[in-house]
């Protein structure tokens, strides 16, 4: 057998009921990989690798006794250092939190826990899920395994270095506005975001509660799925969809000018989706050109809802503890300070107008639509040591604003670096979205290409 971390949950999890494969001998190999290459991804911000062995010793005893909790038994994951976590710290990225031991578990790792998940660490978050990368904080910031001068997009920056990197299948984020979607698309994994509050977000520190979703990153479609299937109350015809070869009568709505014009769009980025296009209308899929609200309206309005809700939770800590906090999340936060109730109500009806225009597409005439995820490569660290503010163009935040469930997925590569496309799907269509997006990674070869070892790695 090749090295066990290498293993898709599927293979794995066959390997285990088996009896060819240990959870031990897999969680052992996961540690390994996460001891040989972490120090370069600065991906897991914590490793309890005793408790991670004793959690697959109790998968190997379940395992041998027949006992099945579920797709994720003798898995091992990684969790957002976002979610609470009793047994590891909780710092939510900030100094703020230094040495923070949550009581209990948030509910989505006590139901990794439950379905026989080995949860091996927390991972990196920008802090508090607002801005970075930003260095002024206690770890440094998470890098892209593509290429380590590169920084990995944010929030759910740990969750994206440690699966494209090899050091996890899958991992739990957080998707406020585009935090599980943009990593994935700049570090070449898949993300998933499902119908807001189909997963539990209890025990998870809020960013912006009328935006925040739990979200999945996976090193492909299928373990994404199984993921949700762990986590999610739904049942597995919701979750898991039926296999096929093509998209005949999928009718796909492509919002190409809604970033064609874009002048931050890289052109590499566009000729990626327009190929990504043809090779969803070579499965059978009807490729329809659909126009949105444009997308500035939309990150408008985000933006008042985002710094208000934030500044909100974050007011008595500010005050509290405002000298913790890093400079530009500071920064950011307080800019809520500004807003009034005004502001705020004529966002939340704007927002409203806006997203009842993606609904008008996906009520009936569409079964998903397909976009762009990033508008260009991931940046330099470099491009954030600065002073300036850095704005890095996405097309994620509408869908957070309308609550539809999103598939990232690897699209191609520009001067090695990972380029990303959207599958926006009708509400509580996970199932149906799923199979177009496996049709489409199974056309390509996109997500199952992995990047260069980090220097003095050997396997």
Known sequence: MSDPADLSITEARAALDRRE?????????????????????????????????????????????????????????????????????????SGVFAGHRPAVDAD????????????????????????????????????????LQRFTGGSSSGSASAVAGGLVRTALGTDTGGSVRSPSSYCGAVGFKPTYGALSLEGVFPLTPSFD????????????????????DAEPRQVLPPKRDDLRNVAIGYARDWFAADPQLHPAVLSAMDEAASQLSLLGAKIVEVALPEAALFEAAGAVIIHAEAY????????????????????????????????????????????????????????????????????SFADFETDVAVWTPMRTLAFNMSGHPVFALPAGFCDGLPLGLQLIGRRHGEAELGAIARAYEASTDFASLRPPLPAGVLR
């Open 21 to 93: 494969l240990s959870a031990e001998e897999l969680t052992t190999a996961c540690l390994r990989r996460i001891e040989e290459r972490n120090s370069s991804y600065h991906a897991f911000v914590h490793v309890d690798a005793d408790r991670a062995l004793d959690a697959a010793r109790r998968a190997d005893r379940d395992i041998a006794a027949g006992e099945s909790r579920g797709p994720l038994h003798g898995i091992p994951v990684g969790v957002k250092d976002l979610f609470d976590t009793a047994d590891m710290p909780t710092t939510r990225g």
């Open 108 to 147: 989505l790792v006590a139901r990794l826990r439950t379905g026989g998940a080995v949860v091996v660490g927390k991972l990196d978050t920008y802090e508090f899920a607002m801005v970075g990368p930003v260095f002024d904080r206690p770890a440094p910031p998470a890098r892209n395994p593509w290429n």
């Open 213 to 232: 979703h739990a979200g999945i990153l996976s090193a492909s479609v299928d373990e994404a799925l199984l993921t949700y299937h762990a986590l999610s």
């Open 312 to 379: 909100d939770i974050h007011r008595t800590l500010l005050a509290e503890k405002g000298d913790t906090y890093s400079r530009k999340v500071f920064q950011n936060i307080l800019s809520g300070l500004l807003l009034t109730p005004e502001d705020v109500d004529e966002a939340r009806r704007a927002s409203n107008r806006l997203c009842a225009q993606i609904d008008a597409h996906l009520d009936g005439r569409f079964d998903a639509l397909l976009t762009v995820n990033t508008l260009t490569p991931a940046f």
